[in-house]
């Protein structure tokens, strides 16, 4: 579906409208873990997660098309923020679907970068309504099922290669597929790493798919709303057949509490989406080796904090 080279052009694409997130080691969750541990901080990125990087270069691959007609995207969170700041950056009309239960935080950072926000019943209503506005001529940027997006995503992965080039184990979290698409790419056509998906219970659809051999729908009922893709596409599942060692499916509780961890041990306050993968890491932590060294990618960070309250109070307190 894409090749290194197809990521090696995406980030000379990008590069000028997107940052270079840091990868840190953090000594607390090493010791935890037993092991070198390495948190990619794409948190820090424009608009608080990697979505930016797809979007980008979707747009700017069809930028002639995108200025005449406009972008439509369907998202509940980071992916509208993304295409939104997108179109803003490079003058394009933007139009963004999602549905009702959508946060209010999301919505209202999405209207910031000026795009026009339509709250349907569901999410299947969101991908038809955009599929009208693709045949009525406007460029259509998919959340994941797109490989001008998924070598968008993998450019994540490059940076990590630079910045732990003794790299062993990476875990990163799954919604649709398009972040574990490129950045294996990325990173495995490179180096023979150990890749492991990660998703919460309620968002699981990498997980049911490779169960049943297919892309199967559901219905996501996690808190990790970034990660609620209605299902994966056949061109991530080829990818998960391809990349992956394991997929991790953890509870939502746990995913509060590595996120708690995340904001206490390391000082960076993640999405269950993100802190999922910490989740997954101490769950399998008697696989590493002292001499491992494992990065999370932290995705995102668009956290509100009547959210990060009522997670707390749901699931951890006493």
């Not at 150990?194 to 968002?203: D, I, L, N």
């Amino acid at each position: 579906m894409i090749s290194f080279q197809d990521v090696q052009e995406a980030r000379e694409r990008i590069s000028k409208y997107v940052r270079r997130t840091p990868t840190v080691r953090n000594r607390t969750l090493s010791e935890m873990l037993g092991t070198n541990l390495y948190l990619k901080l794409e948190l820090f990125q424009t608009t608080g997660a990697f979505k930016i990087r797809g979007a980008f270069n979707k747009i700017l691959s069809e930028l002639e098309h995108a200025r005449r007609a406009g972008v439509v995207a369907v998202s509940g969170g980071n992916h509208a923020q993304a295409v939104a700041y997108a179109g803003q950056v490079l003058g394009c009309r933007s139009v963004v679907l999602t549905h009702r239960s959508t946060p209010r935080n999301y919505i209202e950072a999405t209207r910031g970068y000026g795009a026009e926000v339509i709250q349907l019943e569901d999410i299947s209503e969101a991908f038809a309504k955009a599929h009208d506005y693709q045949d009525q001529g406007m460029l259509f940027v998919h959340p994941f099922d797109d490989p001008l997006v998924m070598a968008g995503q993998g450019t994540l992965g490059l940076e990590i290669l630079e910045d732990v080039p003794e790299l062993t184990d990476v875990f990163v979290s799954i919604g649709g597929g398009g972040l574990m698409s490129g950045t294996a790419v990325a990173i495995r056509s490179q180096k023979n790493v150990r890749f492991r998906g990660v998703e919460t219970e309620g968002a699981d659809a990498m997980a049911l798919a490779l169960a049943a051999g297919h892309p199967i729908e559901i219905r996501p009922t996690s808190i990790a709303k970034t990660l609620g893709a209605p299902s994966v596409s056949f061109h991530t599942l080829a990818m998960a057949k391809e990349h992956l060692l394991s997929v991790t499916v953890i509870s939502d509780k746990e995913a509060v509490e590595a996120l708690e961890v995340l904001l206490e041990r390391a000082k960076v306050l993640t999405e269950p989406a993100a802190s999922c993968t910490l989740a997954a890491a101490l769950r399998l932590r008697e696989s590493f080796r002292p001499d491992s060294h494992v990065v999370l990618i932290l995705c995102g960070g668009n956290l509100g904090v009547e959210d990060l309250c009522e997670y707390h109070a749901r699931f951890l307190k006493s």
